[in-house]
Structure formats: structure tokens, C-alpha cells
């Protein structure tokens, strides 16, 4: 079976088309990324240990926020959030208040 793409993806907008591939020869592990669009999509397998090693060298990457950062962030969100509130309260009476005087009832 013959996947056929789309001309962007086999490279004919760019002059350099790229072979078509048929399922049966995609590898069952591709470590690198190929340039085929079909290829890329096999997703890379590594084992729990490495998994784990890799997991813990990201999350040592990671900035974590100061207390007094979460802290002030936290309070913008509950004061944004009370004023939402208040004005969709304010617009939601004023409708009912419009509408009342236009039913009449």
C-alpha cells in the first residue's frame, strides 16, 4: 500500500519530492527524525530508566516561581475574577432590566 501526500508534504512545492513509503516499511523505531512526514509520526521508544532519568534533568530545568510571586498572582486572579463577576452581574441586570421595560410584564 502506497501512501500518497500532499504536494507540500512530498516535497513538490519545493522541487525535491520525497519517496513515498509504503507502511509495511516503516522501521518499528525511528530514534531521529527523517524528513519524511510519514516516518516522523513512529514515535520514539526509551526505556523507564531512561525515561525517568530524562524526566528528572527536565524538571531540574525548570524556574519554579517565588512564594511572594505565586502569592501576588494568586491574589490578581481572585480580584480579576471578582470583577468579572461584577460586571457580567452589572450587564446581566441591565439586560433583565430592558427587556422587562420592552415585554412589559
Do not use: C
Given at each position: 500500500?502506497?501512501?500518497?501526500?500532499?504536494?507540500?508534504?512530498r516535497g513538490e512545492s519545493r522541487g525535491t519530492p520525497l519517496p513515498t513509503a509504503s507502511l509495511l516499511?516503516?522501521?518499528?523505531?525511528?530514534?531521529?527524525?527523517t524528513g519524511n512526514p510519514i516516518r516522523e509520526r513512529v514515535m520514539a521508544f526509551t526505556n523507564p530508566?531512561?525515561?525517568?532519568?530524562?524526566?528528572?534533568?527536565?524538571?531540574?530545568?525548570?524556574?519554579?516561581?517565588?512564594?511572594?510571586?505565586?502569592?501576588?498572582?494568586?491574589?490578581?486572579?481572585?480580584?480579576?475574577?471578582?470583577?468579572?463577576?461584577?460586571?457580567?452581574?452589572?450587564?446581566?441586570?441591565?439586560?433583565?432590566?430592558?427587556?422587562?421595560?420592552?415585554?412589559?410584564?
Amino acid at each position: 500500500m502506497v501512501v500518497d501526500l500532499h504536494p507540500d508534504l512530498r516535497g513538490e512545492s519545493r522541487g525535491t519530492p520525497l519517496p513515498t513509503a509504503s507502511l509495511l516499511e516503516i522501521p518499528a523505531r525511528t530514534p531521529y527524525l527523517t524528513g519524511n512526514p510519514i516516518r516522523e509520526r513512529v514515535m520514539a521508544f526509551t526505556n523507564p530508566l531512561q525515561f525517568l532519568q530524562q524526566t528528572r534533568a527536565e524538571v531540574a530545568k525548570v524556574v519554579w516561581p517565588t512564594r511572594r510571586e505565586v502569592l501576588l498572582t494568586t491574589v490578581m486572579v481572585f480580584i480579576l475574577s471578582a470583577l468579572a463577576a461584577t460586571y457580567f452581574s452589572l450587564v446581566d441586570l441591565g439586560i433583565r432590566t430592558a427587556l422587562t421595560a420592552i415585554i412589559g410584564s
